[in-house]
T-cell receptor
Framework: GAVVSQHPSRVICKSGTSVKIECRSLDFQATTMFWYRQFPKKSLMLMATSNEGSKATYEQGVEKDKFLINHASLTLSTLTVTSAHPEDSSFYIC????????????FGAGSRLTVL | QQQVKQSPQSLIVQKGGISIINCAYENTAFDYFPWYQQFPGKGPALLIAIRPDVSEKKEGRFTISFNKSAKQFSLHIMDSQPGDSATYFCAASYGSSNTGKLIFGQGTTLQVKP
C-alpha cells in the first residue's frame, strides 16, 4: 500500500527559530502533496497544496513567508515554519496523492510542533 | 459553500450499539465523500468513501448512506466496539477531476463504552 512518512513526529523549539518538517512518500511518487494544520480537538485545516517542481498554492489566510513549502522531488515535500512563535504550535499533517483524485490520498502520521 | 458541516460533535455509544454521524454540504460540485478515522496523535486514515452516483456503500461494519437531493451523507458503525473509539471526520472533494483537495467536517469524537 501507499505509505507517507513525516519527520520529525515531535519537535520543540525556541521562539524565533525555524523548524523544517519533512513529508515523504515511501513507495510511490507523489506529484501533489497537501499540508494541513490541526489544533487540539479541531478539524484539519488545509494550508497549502504542494506540486513537484512548482510553487505551492496557499489557502486564503495562510502566510506564505511564514510557512515555506518546497516540493523538490516526487517523493519529498518540506514545510518550514520560519521565525516560529508559540501561536504556531500545532499538529501539522501532510498527505500525498498517488494520482488524480482524492481516493488515492494517503496521510502521514503528523508532526507535533511546540514553540516555547 | 465550501463548508462541510458535521454532527454531533461527540458521541457515546454502548458496545454493540450503532454509531451514527451526519454530514451536510452545500457545494453540488463535490463528487467524492470520504470518511476518515483518527486516533490521538496520529494522522487520519481513510475508512470508507462514496461517490454521489450511489446511495449506500457498505464495508464490513461501516456503511455510508448518501442523500444527493438533501446534500447529506452519514456514517453508520454497526456493532460498535471500544476499539472504534476515535475521532471521525467526513470530507468532500472535487476529487475525481483534480488532485484531491479535501474539505473536512468539524469532527466527531466517538467513545464506545464496554
Amino acid at each position: 500500500g501507499a505509505v507517507v512518512s513525516q519527520h520529525p513526529s515531535r519537535v520543540i523549539c525556541k521562539s524565533g527559530t525555524s523548524v523544517k518538517i519533512e513529508c515523504r512518500s515511501l513507495d510511490f511518487q507523489a506529484t501533489t502533496m497537501f499540508w494541513y494544520r490541526q489544533f487540539p480537538k479541531k478539524s484539519l485545516m488545509l494550508m497549502a497544496t504542494s506540486n513537484e517542481g512548482s510553487k505551492a498554492t496557499y489557502e486564503q489566510g495562510v502566510e506564505k513567508d511564514k510557512f515555506l513549502i518546497n516540493h523538490a522531488s516526487l517523493t519529498l515535500s518540506t514545510l518550514t515554519v520560519t521565525s516560529a512563535h508559540p501561536e504556531d504550535s500545532s499538529f501539522y499533517i501532510c498527505s500525498a496523492s498517488k494520482g488524480a483524485g482524492a481516493n488515492v490520498l494517503t496521510f502521514g502520521a503528523g508532526s507535533r510542533l511546540t514553540v516555547l | 459553500q465550501q463548508q462541510v458541516k458535521q454532527s454531533p460533535q461527540s458521541l457515546i455509544v454502548q458496545k454493540g450499539g450503532i454509531s451514527i454521524i451526519n454530514c451536510a454540504y452545500e457545494n453540488t460540485a463535490f463528487d467524492y465523500f470520504p470518511w476518515y478515522q483518527q486516533f490521538p496523535g496520529k494522522g487520519p486514515a481513510l475508512l470508507i468513501a462514496i461517490r454521489p452516483d450511489v446511495s449506500e456503500k457498505k464495508e464490513g461494519r461501516f456503511t455510508i448512506s448518501f442523500n444527493k437531493s438533501a446534500k447529506q451523507f452519514s456514517l453508520h458503525i454497526m456493532d460498535s466496539q471500544p476499539g472504534d473509539s476515535a475521532t471521525y471526520f467526513c470530507a468532500a472533494s472535487y476529487g475525481s477531476s483534480n488532485t484531491g483537495k479535501l474539505i473536512f467536517g468539524q469532527g466527531t469524537t466517538l467513545q464506545v463504552k464496554p
